[in-house]
């Protein structure tokens, strides 16, 4: 760049000077030049000229082709990984995290969860209602450390990425009597094809679009509030970029859960879960406004029913300098099993066979507030409830709330210890009031020490 500015100046330097020449050619060498000799002297300083002004032009379309290069370079640079080791032309990236949990636990309604996911991690409808207090238990594990391998690979159209990630949370296979060995399960599998800057095309297993992952709060819980949106399964999404927000269509794998029936879930849909979600920026706010249109559909006793429902999910997080205040709020008779993992069921098979869908309504609260460097607290309020029919029975769930208030401490970058209080309640349905107790709690006392490489 130096190079062009000071080839511009010299050029400048001369159309001057000859400029000057050319207008005092007439005036000093009238006397001594023929009229033959000035026109000759006249044309011979108008080529020089000419001369210096093409080349002008030229080194200007060829800064121009430079000035593209260095940008496509840019993009190009932006678009790679940040870290990685290199095979021919994919950047392979292996990483996760190391994580054990150790929780205090303490049941209103019984001795433990009444499914032994719920002793892993908070899942809500594994609360026990209608028993007697239990005494607290003390339960232990690793189950949530997980391991990923991520590739990028520059294209002709773009450039393709791939992410495969395991760990061994919800694992059939395994128990605590000798190695407490466990399986591994895929949490994400797909491939990434960014076209170009504002187009990507994606496939496979990964979290769904209607659930945006940056709004959920930091905590020791594997997943946290009761009223979040919750869920990976298989889909194809597409990715446009508009302005300084992008907008996501994607059609997602269905499955159908409802009250009254021989199975759940039901596998009988005939199309897509559709998402539409769009993710915008205004000031220190991030958010996200996201639609779904699902298929209930279930063949149960020789009867083939379906009904249309619909949800929406509002959620994001605002930046308070350091600190910040993240939400969401959901709402439709959709929802189902995307919320509070699957706290409640989307519908209800009635006597005729037909299924009445349930309105739903989720969400939370959260603020995390920076101590020092170190130092970090979160608070987490949430809410959940299900306007369920008369037809459900007594013991069907009708709403979830849930707290955490948690300390971490990172002495060391991606090394964090801490400690979480967590208070989740579950109410049922009781509609004809012919349950002695239709409420019960969850007091859990929970520490962590996670390190991610």
Not at 39 to 53: D, I, K, N, P, T
Not at 67 to 92: C, R
Not at 308 to 327: E, P, T, V
Request: charged residues 20%; aromatic residues 10%.
């Amino acid at each position: 760049m130096n190079n062009e500015k000071a080839f511009h100046k010299t050029a400048l330097y001369k159309a001057v000077g000859l400029g000057v020449l050319l207008a005092a050619a007439p005036i000093a060498g009238a006397e001594e030049l023929s009229n033959q000799e000035l026109q000759s002297r006249v044309a011979e300083l108008q080529a020089q000229v000419a001369q210096l002004v093409s080349a002008m032009k030229a080194n200007e379309a060829q800064a121009a082709v430079t000035q593209a290069k260095v940008e496509e370079v840019i993009t190009e640079v932006k678009a790679k990984p940040k870290s990685g080791a290199l095979f021919g032309e994919t950047t392979i990236k292996v990483g996760g995290y190391m994580k054990l949990d150790s929780q205090f636990s303490q049941y209103s309604d019984g001795d433990g969860a009444t499914a032994g996911i719920g002793e892993d991690f908070l899942v809500p409808s594994t609360i026990p209602v209608g028993g007697e207090k239990g005494d607290t238990e003390y339960h232990s594990h690793a189950k949530s450390s997980r391991l990923f391998v991520k590739s990028h690979t520059p294209t002709e159209s773009g450039f393709i990425a791939t992410h495969v990630e395991f760990d061994a949370i919800g694992s059939a296979q395994g128990d605590e009597r000798i190695s407490n060995s466990y399986s591994e399960r895929v949490r994400h599998a797909y491939v990434n094809w960014q076209i170009d800057e504002n187009n990507a095309l994606l496939g496979g297993q990964t979290w769904s679009t209607f659930f945006n992952v940056g709004a959920l709060p930091e905590g020791m819980d594997f997943v946290g509030p009761v009223g979040t949106i919750f869920e990976r399964q298989p889909q194809l999404r597409y990715t446009r970029k508009l302005g300084n927000g992008s907008l996501q269509i994607a059609a997602e794998n269905p499955a159908t859960t409802l009250y009254g029936g021989a199975e759940n879930p039901y596998d009988d849909s005939g199309q897509p879960d559709m998402v539409a979600r769009y993710n915008g920026q205004w000031n220190n706010l991030s958010y996200s406004v996201a639609a779904m249109a699902r298929e209930l559909r279930c063949e149960d006793g020789g009867k083939d029913e379906s009904a249309s429902g619909m949800a929406f999910s509002l959620a994001g997080k605002y930046q308070l300098g350091r600190d910040d205040i993240r939400f969401m709020v959901n709402y439709g008779d959709a929802l189902g099993r995307y919320m509070g993992l699957n706290g409640f069921r989307a519908g209800q098979i009635e006597a005729d066979g037909s299924i009445e869908l349930i309105d739903q309504i989720g969400g939370f609260v959260a603020y995390r507030h920076f101590w020092n460097d170190q130092f970090r607290t979160n608070l987490v309020l949430s809410a959940s409830s299900a306007d369920n029919p008369d037809s459900v029975t007594d013991t069907t769930a009708k709403a979830y709330q849930s707290m955490h208030v948690n300390l971490l401490y990172s002495p060391i970058k991606k090394l964090t210890l801490g400690g979480e209080y967590i208070y989740a309640t579950k109410e049922l349905e009781n509609g004809s009031g012919a349950l002695a107790d239709d409420k019960g709690n969850m007091k859990r006392l929970q520490f962590s020490m996670k390190y991610a490489f």
